[in-house]
């Protein structure tokens, strides 16, 4: 080989790596790694899919009681789902149709309300439209799911005791056309009242006073645990889908030195991202954040108090779970949030019915009484027809907060005192501070039936804050 050609075989070579070596520089590939275990001491397990075929999930879900060490040292016998606290966590598919076949070996009728799901009348689990599953029987609930998000199930029978005994358990519908934003992690947030010698505190303690109030456990838990643990890395980004599952309690909290962004609710992902510097949630509400770990320390992760009584003071701040930043370089390439996460249309409401909705009391020779539009026995009726649209204004004249939570249906919040939004985002329960209107559109559709709308604190619900709606053809 002449020495001519050589060295213009070697320069074209060099000039090769040179490139790559430049490219390789400028692209670096994503680094996305959670630390190890980040979610071992948080992560719920599935429920078991007993049917083979892609588009359905069949799941067996048996209510019964079950000792389970709750509180460190102390064994307490609790009311599941499967056996576990919280109930395990039904998965599926946008589009996907799900069976459940529940068994009941709990010493007491019960039913399963699938709260959020837009579902047939006959299978949302209300008395209403459903006999009461007794000891020993079973029932099958059949459905579609048509929407992605974040749901749960519970009982909605003698809601409040059942609840704050322990079932209750998380609804994931995933969408494979929505772009990643993280890292799942579930919380399912609730409390539950345990004595000293280990035994649940009496769903009726305080009598009137309990139901007046709502009951909160002084035992307060994430996906079953007191105050766990979650490790993040800086970089690398975590989709949180939060449920409030308590029956009576709010739950306020915030991320200390890491920012929060409001990427969905009850009804899937809003419009938009929503920077938040910390999440209220009502008894029944859901929310889905992002949290991309910036730079600090590990923190407690406090529970703010909601102060739904409207009291001149707070009351000091309790752990609810840590945030342990690994010791580990950062990492790299995290996509930025879509500007739009999903198309939402505003609700045309030309022409719409309107109803006005009162959350009131009255005094009563025992105290005082709850209920809706002057009535107190769950005994007020609404009706409505199929594929319209109406307008309710939602008010409070209590003197402190209630949730107004509408089986079977989504709806968009129009305005709160005249104020709208900041996004739009499909919901079904929204919390009614006093003396504030809140105006909601909802969009009915085919589905006929009997539905529930109540108070989600449901000592309330039970002490007459609910009614019906009869949707007719």
């Avoid at 039904?90 to 799900?98: E, F, L, S, T």
């Avoid at 609804?171 to 992690?185: M, R, Y």
């Avoid at 991202?273 to 992002?290: F, H, K, N, S």
């Avoid at 027809?385 to 008010?395: A, P, Q, R």
Wanted: with cysteine; glycine share 10%.
């Amino acid at each position: 080989m002449s020495s001519a050609r050589f060295a213009g075989e070697m320069a074209v070579i060099l000039s090769l790596v040179i490139l790559l070596t430049g490219c390789g520089a400028e692209e670096a590939p994503p680094d996305l790694r959670q630390p190890a275990g980040w979610d071992d001491a948080l992560r719920l397990p599935d429920a078991e899919d007993h049917d083979p075929a892609p588009d359905v999930v069949e799941v067996h879900l048996e209510a019964r009681v079950a000792a389970i060490e709750v509180v460190p040292g102390l064994t307490t016998e609790v009311w599941t789902y499967n056996g576990m606290l919280p109930g395990p966590t039904i998965r599926a598919k946008k589009g996907d149709r799900v069976v459940v076949k529940l068994q009941n070996h709990l010493p007491e009728a019960t039913t399963v309300h699938w709260h959020g799901l837009r579902v047939p009348a006959a299978m949302d689990g209300t008395q209403h439209v459903q006999k009461p599953i007794e000891p020993g029987e079973g029932f099958e609930y059949s459905f579609t799911v048509p929407d992605a998000g974040t749901f749960w199930y519970h009982p909605h029978l003698r809601s409040s005791a059942q609840v704050g005994a322990g079932l209750y358990g998380a609804f994931v519908v995933e969408d494979a056309e929505e772009a990643p934003l993280g890292d799942e992690l579930l919380l399912v947030m609730s409390d539950i009242g345990i004595e000293e010698d280990g035994s649940l505190t009496p769903a009726d303690e305080s009598g009137w006073f309990g139901d007046y109030f709502g009951r909160e456990g002084g035992t307060v838990l994430v996906n079953g645990k007191i105050v766990p643990t979650v490790a993040a890395r800086e970089g690398v980004p975590q989709r949180w889908r939060v449920v409030n599952a308590a029956r009576s309690r709010y739950f306020r909290f915030a991320v200390p030195d890491q920012p929060l962004v409001l990427v969905g609710g009850d009804g899937g992902l809003s419009e938009r991202p929503l920077p938040v510097d910390e999440v209220r949630l009502a008894p029944g509400e859901r929310a889905e954040l992002t949290m991309l770990p910036v730079e600090g320390q590990s923190v407690v992760i406090p529970l703010l108090d909601a102060n739904r009584f409207h009291l001149p003071s707070e009351e000091k701040p309790k752990d609810l779970m840590r945030l342990e930043l690994a010791d580990e370089p950062p990492g790299r390439g995290a996509p930025p949030l879509p500007e739009r996460l999903a198309e939402i249309a505003s609700i045309d409401t030309a022409g719409a019915q309107r109803q006005a909705v009162e959350f009131m009391e009255q005094g009563d020779t025992d105290g005082a009484v709850l209920g809706i539009n002057g009535q107190t026995d769950g005994s007020l009726m609404f009706s409505a027809k199929t594929n319209t649209v109406e307008i309710w204004t939602l008010t409070n004249t209590t003197n402190y907060d209630h949730p107004f939570h509408l089986h079977g249906f989504f709806f968009q919040v129009l305005d709160i005192d005249g104020a709208e939004p900041p996004v739009r985002a499909w919901r079904d329960t929204v919390n009614l501070v006093p003396g504030k209107a809140v105006r909601i559109a909802i969009p009915f559709d085919d589905r006929a039936g009997m539905w529930m709308f109540h108070c989600h604190i449901l000592d309330h619900a039970d002490l007459g804050m609910m009614a019906m709606l009869h949707l007719m053809p």
